[in-house]
Every structure is written in structure tokens, then in C-alpha cells.
């Protein structure tokens, strides 16, 4: 009976200890939000009157402007070639499916880098065009400037609409043929049922991809201020960085949550009779795609290519041929080196301490169900939909002050200075990319976890063993894809943010990213060619296991629709 109950004792403590690290977790990730609020709210008497009559109306204007032709466009785009590619069957369509996910690996910040050169209006397009057209200089003719809210809508739609189109396909693909069929017997066209069969039952789906791609937009600064539009996350770092006002930069950060909740609860409006739309899916065999002819098959291909001709390949062609002419007579930059290899260590630190975090919240959920793991879990997926300068600037607030304080200790009981321990090195950073992206491990250990049937946990604690040496011996074994899966979508995150990297990284220290951005804030483009095509062909990591998963779904015919529960779910379900 002794050793039955000090059995007991030790699975207790075991299960206590995870829940103490998932509220660890939490409380990391909450820690920056809180840290925001105090300072926005206490911070400068008088400065919210100065900041609603100068920089919040242009911000905000800009930002609801941008937000608005954002969302329609990744709509349309995002919607369209969804069901260009699982209503009609033509030539290439099998290489178009998986084509289209390809601008997800080209961040915005870097398609925006590119175009200003491309088009630049003494660049190669425009000078061709002039040629054809008969002028000899830009005071002639010269295209409209990219360098404008139009660009950057457009620009950004051709990036981002892959979060529209994953979703949305996939409830495409799921949808009864019987739905279909009795739509046609009625005598509906099939333009007639896009529009009144298929489009109402993907709304759910349509709606977590806009919303998806508008976190994406929040989170842009690099795009937005490479091609002149001044938006909330721009104000942001500009407030802190040029004025060093960080209560205004807290004050914004605010307003720009405010943003991200209204984006938030327009998604749950959008998805709020998603049971039911789901529900009307399960059962019966998909329909069967139109299979058109030949000359119709190429203009729907052509048309199918224009959204990855222009979100992928004339950036990547681009930053080959630049990164190759630049090696080619000047050899790869020194800076290029140095900023790999801290590109690596801290997307490989915050990885590491992503997944384990991830992991504890998730399992703490699992072996210990109730309130409070419940309540850790969720609050540790939170920081995904917040764009990284606010995280930033709640956590310049929180780690300034940890500073601070330690070197004033420091002083008075051993006369030494301390100097920065967080803010002066790389921890800043790895603690922020780690509150970013937590949602991303625990959201793929929370999809492993959930295909491992309780009945095991039962006979390990049959047998003995601890919560912790059941993760070990069971869950992880069996879980072991979804982890690498998440790993890879976290490391490459990490390698592609850019926001959260320029506020917080150590003085000196480069990563792709901000080396990318400071040689083309100097024009420099040649130079930021070859860390802009590093990127890319890191981020191609992801989308390839995107186009795998997808393929492997499209030969199981699955009947589980592919709609996220919340806004991080795509790539939780994706990485399952």
C-alpha cells in the first residue's frame, strides 16, 4: 500500500510540474501585453491629445485603407484560383495546385524590396515599355509609381492570398458531389453554383484566410514603409526608433491592438455558423471537376499563373539574377556571413525554446484537463495574433525594467555594473519570437496529442509510470511529425520576421532580415539580393511540406474539412 501511494504522490507532482511550466508559459506570453497596457496608460500625461490629433488619424486612415483592399483582394485572388483548381480539370492543373502556395516562402517585406527595383521607372520594365511605345525618357512616359497605397494592396494581396486559398480549397474539396448534382439537376449553371452552393459553405474557410492575411498586413512594416505608406505598425517603430518615445510607441502599439481584436471578432462573426456549414459537408463522395477543352484549359492555366508569376517568380528570378551578378564581381559579402550565422543561432534558440513550452502547454492540457491548463494554453497562443513590433515594445517595457533593476542591485551590493542583461544581448529577441510563435508548437503538440487515444495514458499509469516518462516512452514517439513539422514552421518564422528583429536585436549583431532591410533602406539593392534570396529558399521549406500535406490529402479524399478552430489552426492542422 506504501509504495501504491508514494506512486500516486510522484504521478501527482509529475503532472503539477507541467502545469506549473504551462503557466510559466502563459505568463511569458502575457507578460509583454500587460507591460503595454500599464505604460500606455500611465506613461505621458497628455500625450493620447497629442497622438489623436497628429499621428493616429493618418496611421489609422492608412491602416483601415490598406486592411480593407488587402481583404478584398486575397479574396478574390484567394477564392478564385481555389476553385479554378478543384472545379475544372485542364492541362497543368495538378502543377498549378501547388504552384499557387509558393509566394507564402517570398515575405512582404522582400516583394516590396524587389519591385521598387524592377519597376523602377529607369529600370528594365519600363525602359522596354518605352522602347516598344516609341519614347526615350521617363519625362515622356513613365508607369504610375509603385511607391503608393495602390502598390502596396496589390503587392501585398499577391503575397498573402495563399492563406485564402489553402483554406478555401480544401472546403472545395470536401464539399458532397450531391450538393452539386441536385444544383445542376435544378438547372443551375456552374458559374450560377460557385456562387450559390459552393462560395456559402467556404465562407467559413474564406473568412480565417482574409483574417490570416490581415494579421500578416498588421505585422508588415518593411512593405509598408519601402513603398511610403505610413500605418500604425510603421508609426510604431518610428516613434521608438527616430524619437525614442517609447510611452507614444506603447500608446500606438495599443490603438494597433485594438485593430487586431476587431480583426479577431470579424472572424468569429464570419465562421459563427461554421458547425453547421461543416456539418452539411460529411458523407458522400466530392464532386467530379468539369473537364474543359483544350484552348479554355490554357487560358484558365494563364490565368491560374498570373498570381504566382507575380507573387513568386519575377521576385525570385530577380533576386537570382541580382544575387548572381553581385557574387560575381564582388564575391559574397562579409556582412552575408556574419548575418547567417545569426540568423541561425537565434532562430535555432528560440526554436528549441518554442517547442518545449509548446510542448508542456499542450501536454499540461492533456493529463491535467480543467480550468487552469485550459486557460495556459489559450493564453499562450495569443501572441500569434499580435503583429511583433507590439510584442516588441511590451517587451523593451518588461526587460528594461528586469535591467534596470538588477543593475541598480548590482551597484549597491557589490559596486558592478551589469550592464543590459536581456536588451543587450540576444535573449530579447529569442523571448519575443518565442511569445510570437508559441501558438505554432503548442497548436501542432496539441494536433499530435490528439490522435494519440487516451486509453494509452491509462495503461502507462496502469504500469507505474509518471506523467512525464509516459510524454517520453509514448507521446513523443507517436507525436514526433507533428513536433518536426512545427519546428520547421517556427525556425523559418523566425528567420523570416522582421519587426520584432529590428527593435530588439543586440547593437552590432545582423540577421538576414535587418541586413536584407538596412542595405535597401540605402538603395543598396544589389547587396540585400543575396540575403533576400537566402530567405526565400529557407521559406520554400514550409511551402513544400504544405504542397506534400495537400497531395496526400487529395489521394485520401478526406471528408474532415480543413477550417481552423482559431486564427492560428491553419498551420496547426496543416502540420498534424
Known amino acids: 500500500m506504501a509504495a501504491t501511494g508514494s506512486g500516486r504522490n510522484r504521478r501527482r507532482r509529475s503532472g503539477a510540474a507541467w502545469l506549473i511550466v504551462a503557466g510559466f508559459a502563459a ?3 502575457a507578460l509583454p501585453f500587460l507591460a503595454l497596457f500599464f505604460e500606455a496608460l500611465h506613461g505621458s500625461q497628455g500625450l493620447w491629445a497629442h497622438l489623436f490629433s497628429t499621428i493616429l488619424p493618418v496611421a489609422l486612415r492608412d491602416t483601415l485603407i490598406l486592411l480593407a483592399g488587402v481583404g478584398v483582394l486575397v479574396a478574390v485572388v484567394g477564392t478564385g484560383t481555389a476553385w479554378l483548381v478543384t472545379a475544372y480539370d485542364f492541362p497543368g492543373r495538378r502543377t498549378l495546385e501547388w504552384a499557387l502556395l509558393l509566394p507564402l516562402a517570398v515575405p512582404t517585406y522582400i516583394v516590396a524590396y524587389t519591385y521598387l ?8 520594365v519600363q525602359g522596354a515599355i518605352r522602347t516598344i511605345l516609341g519614347y526615350s525618357s521617363p519625362r515622356e512616359f513613365r508607369l504610375p509609381d509603385i511607391r503608393s497605397m495602390t502598390g502596396c494592396i496589390i503587392l501585398l494581396s499577391f503575397v498573402l492570398y495563399p492563406y485564402v486559398y489553402i483554406a478555401t480549397r480544401a472546403m472545395f474539396l470536401t464539399q458532397p458531389a450531391s450538393l452539386i448534382e441536385a444544383a445542376r439537376t435544378l438547372g443551375v449553371s456552374r458559374r450560377a453554383v460557385f456562387w450559390r452552393v459552393a462560395l456559402p459553405l467556404a465562407r467559413p474557410a474564406v473568412a480565417v484566410g482574409i483574417s490570416l492575411a490581415l494579421m500578416e498586413t498588421l505585422n508588415d512594416i518593411g512593405a509598408a514603409e519601402f513603398l511610403g505608406v505610413r500605418t500604425l505598425t510603421v508609426s510604431i517603430y518610428t516613434t521608438w526608433i527616430t524619437r525614442s518615445d517609447l ?27 461554421q458547425r453547421f456549414a461543416a456539418g452539411a459537408q460529411r458523407g458522400g463522395k466530392s464532386f467530379e471537376r468539369h473537364r474543359v ?3 479554355a484549359g490554357t487560358l484558365l492555366l494563364v490565368l491560374g499563373l498570373i498570381p504566382v508569376l507575380i ?13 548572381w551578378a553581385r557574387i560575381g564581381y564582388a564575391g559574397v559579402p562579409p556582412r552575408f556571413l556574419s548575418a547567417v550565422s545569426g540568423t541561425i543561432l537565434l532562430s535555432a534558440a528560440a526554436t528549441l525554446l518554442t517547442l518545449a513550452l509548446g510542448a508542456a502547454a499542450a501536454y499540461a492540457a492533456r493529463i491535467r484537463p480543467g480550468g487552469f491548463s485550459a486557460s495556459a494554453f489559450r493564453l499562450s497562443t495569443i501572441g500569434y495574433a499580435a503583429p511583433g513590433t507590439v510584442i516588441a515594445i511590451g517587451l523593451v517595457i518588461v526587460l528594461g525594467t528586469f535591467d534596470r533593476t538588477v543593475n541598480a542591485l548590482a551597484g549597491s551590493w557589490f559596486g558592478i555594473s551589469t550592464g543590459l542583461i536581456f536588451l543587450g544581448s540576444g535573449a530579447a529577441l529569442v523571448y519575443a519570437y518565442t511569445a510570437r510563435f508559441l501558438a505554432i508548437s503548442a497548436g501542432g503538440m496539441a494536433a499530435g496529442l490528439s490522435r494519440i487515444p487516451q486509453s494509452l495514458d491509462e495503461v502507462s499509469r496502469t504500469l507505474g509510470e509518471t506523467a512525464s ?5 509514448v507521446h513523443l514517439p507517436l507525436s514526433k511529425t507533428a513536433l518536426a513539422a512545427a519546428a520547421l514552421l517556427v525556425f523559418v518564422d523566425c528567420v523570416k520576421e522582421l519587426p520584432a528583429t529590428l527593435l530588439l536585436r543586440p547593437l552590432n549583431v545582423e540577421t538576414l532580415a535587418t541586413h536584407l532591410y538596412g542595405e535597401a533602406a540605402r538603395g543598396t539593392y544589389e547587396e540585400a539580393s543575396i540575403s533576400a534570396l537566402a530567405i526565400v529558399l529557407i521559406a520554400l521549406l514550409p511551402v ?6 495537400g497531395a496526400e490529402r487529395n489521394l485520401r479524399q478526406a471528408d474532415t474539412p480543413l477550417v481552423p478552430q482559431s486564427l492560428p489552426s491553419v498551420q496547426q492542422q496543416n502540420i498534424a
Do not use: N
Not at 507573387?311 to 544575387?323: C, N, Q, S, V
Open 247 to 273: 510611452p507614444g510607441a506603447s500608446q500606438i502599439a495599443l490603438s494597433l491592438l485594438v485593430v487586431v481584436v476587431a480583426v479577431v471578432a470579424l472572424e468569429h462573426y464570419a465562421r459563427r455558423r
Open 311 to 323: 507573387g513568386f517568380i519575377g521576385p525570385a528570378l530577380y533576386l537570382a539574377t541580382e544575387a
Open 293 to 295: 477543352s483544350a484552348s
Open 469 to 473: 516518462g509516459t510524454l517520453r516512452r
Open 544 to 549: 513544400v511540406l504544405l504542397s506534400r500535406v
Open 27 to 29: 505568463l511569458g506570453v
Open 117 to 124: 527595383d524592377i519597376l523602377h521607372p529607369i529600370g528594365v
